[in-house]
């Protein structure tokens, strides 16, 4: 993303004008655009004409409309955003108050204005945004005989590139029609992969497989290199990682990301750190310590007794609870943060609820907190709280915390 222009006030008024420069950007504007703010971009908008026999006529005109934001649709695999809302200033060919739908576009600016301010959350999400240093962290080729997915791992996301399919008939004594097949599928395989992959760059290349399908690709691969004297991907030879899967299918990649071994090899990622955090946060959870608490409410009383801050207090919050649609929320969690960073010293970590680590986070709520020192009252300050009905869970702005589940649970994954 592309910073064009920033004009920002004191009180957090003003707009900030961006760029898209490659579709992950637009993962970033999702999560930068929210329900009544003002957005302003090119759009396509058709117009009807009648003539003065009584004739109609529909012309397609390219044009530049500003909006009040209602709502927000992003398509993960296409990585497409679009943003409908209603005109919010009138031009030759609309008027205020009608619907369009914007469809944000690489390269090309769009403009936008907060309702509420623009938030220190927000100005991270730009900052984040317009990083030089971000993109693709890995890559990762889950297969099996006949299938593989290619997947990259950016620094907010896991985006699926490619699925491949080649039919691969089955071993059979004294027929060849395996091995030709199973060539076949790696030499599919292969192109697909070098049409998404730069050669330029060096990144880790995880190939995974239930039992040898990785190890013989990735041979076929250093053979083909050789045979072709392919250097650049000759040199991509200590990227590649060869590692186990259950299955060839995308879901088996939150085991491939476990595994200490590939951990070692990522732990320069946004992807990696995040899940050390995680993984912190659960043991201290079993060992039922007093220092790992999750619940809006457990979390946000453990920050007003000073116990998230420095000297080792972590926030994890999931970036899914500001794009709630009640401004009140956001301001919550917004707030939340601040206290956390400026006014305790502790650190913040927004983990995107797109990469396991921040699904993980979702399944407890949300929002999670490592203490500086214990806290083991937490759980009577909310009973004394209590609801009129008595009942164990409480919900509260679209978040469910359950009072029996800030013990340590067996069935959770640690």
Same mark, same amino acid.
């Given at each position: 993303?592309?910073?064009?222009?920033?004009?920002?006030?004191?009180?957090?008024?003003?707009?900030?004008?961006?760029?898209?420069?490659?579709?992950?950007?637009?993962?970033?504007?999702?999560?930068?655009?929210?329900?009544?703010?003002?957005?302003?971009?090119?759009?396509?908008?058709?117009? !009807? !004409?009648?003539?003065?026999?009584?004739?109609?006529?529909?012309?397609?005109?390219?044009?530049?409309?500003?909006?009040?934001?209602?709502?927000?649709?992003?398509?993960?695999?296409?990585?497409?955003?679009?943003?409908?809302?209603?005109?919010?200033?009138?031009?030759?060919?609309?008027?205020?108050?009608?619907?369009?739908?914007?469809?944000?576009?690489?390269?090309?600016?769009?403009?936008?204005?907060?309702?509420?301010?623009?938030?220190?959350?927000?100005?991270?999400?730009?900052?984040?945004?317009?990083?030089?240093?971000?993109?693709?962290?890995?890559?990762?080729?889950?297969?099996?005989?006949?299938?593989?997915?290619?997947?990259?791992?950016?620094?907010?996301?896991?985006?699926?590139?490619?699925?491949?399919?080649?039919?691969?008939?089955?071993?059979?004594?004294?027929?060849?029609?395996?091995?030709?097949?199973?060539?076949?599928?790696?030499?599919?395989?292969?192109?697909?992969?070098?049409?998404?992959?730069?050669?330029?760059?060096?990144?880790?290349?995880?190939?995974?497989?239930?039992?040898?399908?990785?190890?013989?690709?990735?041979?076929?691969?250093?053979? !083909?290199?050789?045979?072709?004297?392919?250097?650049?991907?000759?040199?991509?030879?200590?990227?590649?990682?060869?590692?186990?899967?259950?299955?060839?299918?995308?879901?088996?990649?939150?085991?491939?990301?476990?595994?200490?071994?590939?951990?070692?090899?990522?732990?320069?990622?946004?992807?990696?750190?995040?899940?050390?955090?995680?993984?912190?946060?659960?043991?201290?959870?079993?060992?039922?310590?007093?220092?790992?608490?999750?619940?809006?409410?457990?979390?946000?009383?453990?920050?007003?007794?000073?116990?998230?801050?420095?000297?080792?207090?972590?926030?994890?919050?999931?970036?899914?609870?500001?794009?709630?649609?009640?401004?009140?929320?956001?301001?919550?969690?917004?707030?939340?943060?601040?206290?956390?960073?400026?006014?305790?010293?502790?650190?913040?970590?927004?983990?995107?609820?797109?990469?396991?680590?921040?699904?993980?986070?979702?399944?407890?709520?949300?929002?999670?907190?490592?203490?500086?020192?214990?806290?083991?009252?937490?759980?009577?300050?909310?009973?004394?709280?209590?609801?009129?009905?008595?009942?164990?869970?409480?919900?509260?702005?679209?978040?469910?915390?359950?009072?029996?589940?800030?013990?340590?649970?067996?069935?959770?994954?640690?």
């Amino acid at each position: 993303m592309r910073l064009i222009k920033e004009n920002i006030d004191r009180d957090g008024s003003g707009t900030v004008t961006l760029r898209p420069e490659d579709p992950e950007d637009m993962w970033f504007a999702y999560n930068l655009i929210r329900p009544s703010d003002l957005l302003r971009a090119s759009a396509i908008r058709r117009i !009807t !004409t009648e003539s003065a026999t009584g004739s109609t006529s529909s012309t397609r005109i390219h044009t530049t409309l500003l909006i009040r934001v209602r709502s927000t649709n992003f398509d993960p695999q296409a990585s497409q955003l679009h943003v409908s809302g209603q005109i919010a200033e009138e031009t030759q060919h609309a008027k205020n108050g009608q619907y369009h739908t914007l469809d944000l576009e690489t390269h090309r600016n769009f403009t936008l204005e907060k309702a509420e301010g623009w938030d220190s959350v927000s100005r991270e999400v730009v900052r984040e945004a317009c990083d030089a240093k971000k993109g693709a962290g890995a890559w990762a080729v889950i297969m099996q005989e006949g299938l593989a997915n290619i997947a990259v791992l950016m620094g907010e996301r896991t985006v699926l590139r490619q699925r491949v399919e080649v039919g691969v008939p089955r071993k059979r004594v004294g027929g060849g029609g395996h091995d030709r097949g199973l060539e076949k599928f790696f030499q599919t395989l292969l192109d697909t992969l070098l049409r998404h992959i730069d050669l330029s760059e060096s990144l880790p290349i995880l190939l995974a497989s239930p039992g040898f399908t990785a190890t013989s690709f990735n041979k076929f691969i250093l053979d !083909t290199a050789t045979r072709t004297a392919n250097k650049a991907l000759l040199a991509q030879k200590r990227n590649f990682l060869v590692v186990h899967s259950s299955s060839g299918h995308l879901h088996s990649l939150n085991e491939i990301l476990q595994s200490s071994e590939v951990l070692a090899r990522l732990k320069d990622t946004k992807y990696a750190r995040e899940t050390r955090l995680m993984d912190d946060f659960m043991t201290m959870l079993t060992k039922d310590d007093g220092r790992a608490w999750y619940g809006p409410r457990e979390v946000e009383m453990a920050v007003e007794k000073g116990a998230v801050g420095r000297g080792g207090g972590v926030l994890l919050i999931s970036n899914s609870l500001f794009r709630a649609q009640d401004v009140a929320v956001r301001r919550r969690w917004v707030r939340l943060v601040d206290q956390v960073r400026d006014g305790e010293g502790g650190e913040v970590r927004v983990l995107s609820s797109e990469h396991e680590s921040g699904k993980r986070l979702e399944g407890l709520s949300g929002i999670a907190a490592i203490l500086t020192f214990p806290l083991d009252d937490l759980e009577a300050d909310e009973d004394g709280d209590g609801d009129e009905d008595g009942e164990d869970a409480v919900e509260k702005d679209g978040i469910i915390a359950s009072q029996a589940n800030l013990k340590p649970n067996n069935n959770l994954h640690v």
